[in-house]
């Protein structure tokens, strides 16, 4: 049984950063609910309306995992990591994105799954082997018979935006090799709560997984966790390595029991945890708006870093336009001079000088938090300040 516990409500679609200024325009952006609920059999937390994943994965895709320097760092490290505990003769990726990990390896060693075409056409330009779908069982039966053995399976970020998680399992159950490894990295349910960190909720994240949710749902494929290491990116993941039951020669780490108690320890099997987390949404709401306004009626100038989806989620449920913030400043060039969805507030080209003259800025990517900070260093050294919701709302 599904119970809704969380109520984030009407918003766009978080990656829809809009060409114009809407209330110029007078043009009528679409709204969607945004609910989470609870499964009481699974434990999986999942979004209660789904949108058609065309509307969000498509030619325009404005994502791009080589924005930061710590999600190349975390790539490159992970890759020499695959090499050497597997050594994989084929390695997949689903969702290859720009090929931020993929590029760490070799041609004629990796596939690429990947259904925005901007993007796909990135990784085909590099010489992998791309298939510009989506994935479903019938691309699993596709790659089977052209490439036959893949024994590297890997995942991030990109397996909860799938809507049907059963086909997603399955397809991987049937193409990965029977002594092949599925490695999965998403954020982690858990960080979530422990962060209060709701604007991990947007439409593309249709799931969002725990160990003893993934626990669940592989069974039913006849897969199962061996190993779970915990990760700093994206605000905190978890990475999941996965083998089929009846591959016996690997052998399951303590890492997995140890995930799975600190879960059941926090109460991630009791829907009580899960209302004590709407609540303090709720409060996370109260307060941030609190500080915006009491800053506003100082007059104080206040940017946005960072454009990102979360923050989409943040600004729509807060309720925080450009009344609050003046501009969003971002490095991607699909965001470059377009405005955050929902809320009109203009993205501008990351430039340092943007930063001058402003009292406050509001970390969107609260997850790069250290990356950021290293670069702004004369911001908070003249006097800047950095607003935040994560853990909770407070100016640092
Ligand atoms: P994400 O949190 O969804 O990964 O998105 C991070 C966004 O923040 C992405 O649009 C790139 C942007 N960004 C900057 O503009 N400057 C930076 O220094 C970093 C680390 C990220």
């Known amino acids: ?183 999965v990295e998403d954020p982690s349910f858990l960080e979530c709560i422990k962060k209060v960190s709701y604007d991990q909720f947007y439409n593309e994240h249709i799931y969002l997984f725990s160990a003893l949710s993934v626990k669940n749902i592989i069974n039913r494929f006849n897969l199962e966790l061996f190993d779970i290491e915990k990760l700093p990116t994206h605000g905190g993941s978890l990475r999941y390595y996965i083998k089929h039951k009846v591959n016996k020669k690997i052998k399951i780490k303590k890492s997995v029991s140890h995930q799975l108690s600190r879960e059941i320890r926090f109460g991630l099997r009791n829907y009580a945890t899960y209302k004590k987390f709407a609540l303090s949404v709720t409060k996370s709401k109260k307060n941030l708006i609190k500080i915006f306004t009491d800053l506003k009626i100082k007059n104080k100038k206040i940017i946005g870093y960072g454009a990102t989806a979360k923050a989409t989620t943040v600004l729509n449920y807060c309720n925080i336009d450009s009344q609050m913030i003046d501009y969003f400043v971002d490095i991607t060039p699909d965001k470059i001079n377009r405005y955050m969805p929902g809320k009109n507030i203009k993205i501008l080209k990351y430039n340092r000088k943007l930063l001058d003259y402003i009292d406050y800025i509001y970390l969107g990517a609260w997850n790069f938090k250290k990356e950021i900070f290293k670069k702004e260093k004369n911001f908070i050294k003249n006097g800047g300040k950095f607003i935040t919701h994560v853990p909770y709302p407070k100016i640092i």
Not at 5 to 33: R, V
Not at 49 to 72: A, E, V
Not at 159 to 167: P, R
Request: hydrophobic share 35%; proline share 3%.
């Open 1 to 183: 049984m599904n119970i809704k516990f969380l109520d984030l409500g009407l918003q766009p679609l978080a990656n829809s950063y809009q060409k114009s200024h809407k209330k110029k325009t007078k043009k009528k952006e679409k709204l969607y609910k945004l609910s989470v609920s609870f499964n009481t059999k699974t434990k999986l937390v999942s979004l209660v309306n789904r949108i058609p994943d065309k509307k969000m994965f498509n030619n325009t895709y404005p994502y791009k995992s080589s924005m930061s320097k710590t999600m190349i760092d975390s790539f490159k490290e992970l890759s020499k990591k695959i090499k050497k505990r597997f050594k994989p003769n084929k390695f997949l990726e689903i969702g290859s994105n720009d090929g931020a990990l993929i590029k760490n390896f070799a041609n004629n060693k990796a596939i690429c799954v990947e259904p925005c075409s901007n993007l796909a056409k990135i990784t085909k330009k590099n010489g992998y082997f791309t298939y510009n779908e989506y994935w479903n069982l019938s691309l699993a039966k596709k790659i089977k018979s052209a490439f036959d053995k893949i024994d590297i399976i890997y995942s991030a970020n990109t397996l909860t935006h799938i809507n049907d998680l059963d086909e997603v399992f399955r397809s991987i159950s049937y193409l990965l090799d029977k002594n092949g490894v599925l490695i």
